[in-house]
């Protein structure tokens, strides 16, 4: 059976830190690449990062360079997201996905396979 296992999600004030993980099981080796994404109130859904989990090639989005920073454990199939300086506008529910291709990871479309998504508020 196939399922992603999240955590990490919850409230924080502004500039401190919290980390995602994301841990798809069941699926085939073929999807190697995880990607998130968040999606904000009132907002399309849009990328925040992708790992290679093969090779770990990474991709951040411009929004969170700096900020935001993604590995991967590939003895537990797993990958992170640490999020450093949150601020108010990456509030948003954000979601882990599995990718077959990395080339284009920044496309949601990439993506076949998706979580149930975790909540990250950032308020003062």
């Known amino acids: 059976q196939s399922q992603f296992v999240e955590s990490g999600g919850g409230s924080v004030k502004p500039g401190e830190s919290l980390t995602l993980s994301c841990a798809p099981s069941g699926f085939s080796s073929d999807y190697y690449v995880i990607g998130w994404f968040r999606q904000a109130p009132g907002k399309e859904r849009e990328g925040v990062s992708c790992i290679n989990t093969s090779d770990g090639s990474i991709y951040l989005a411009d929004s969170v360079m700096g900020r935001f920073f993604v590995s991967r454990d590939k003895s537990k199939n797993m990958a992170s997201l640490q999020m450093n300086r949150l601020k108010p506008e990456d509030t948003a529910d954000y979601y882990c996905?599995?990718?077959?291709?990395?080339?284009?990871?920044?496309?949601?479309?990439?993506?076949?396979?998706w979580g149930q998504g975790t909540q990250v508020t950032v308020s003062s």
């Open positions: 996905a599995v990718a077959r291709s990395f080339r284009r990871c920044v496309l949601q479309s990439e993506y076949d396979y």
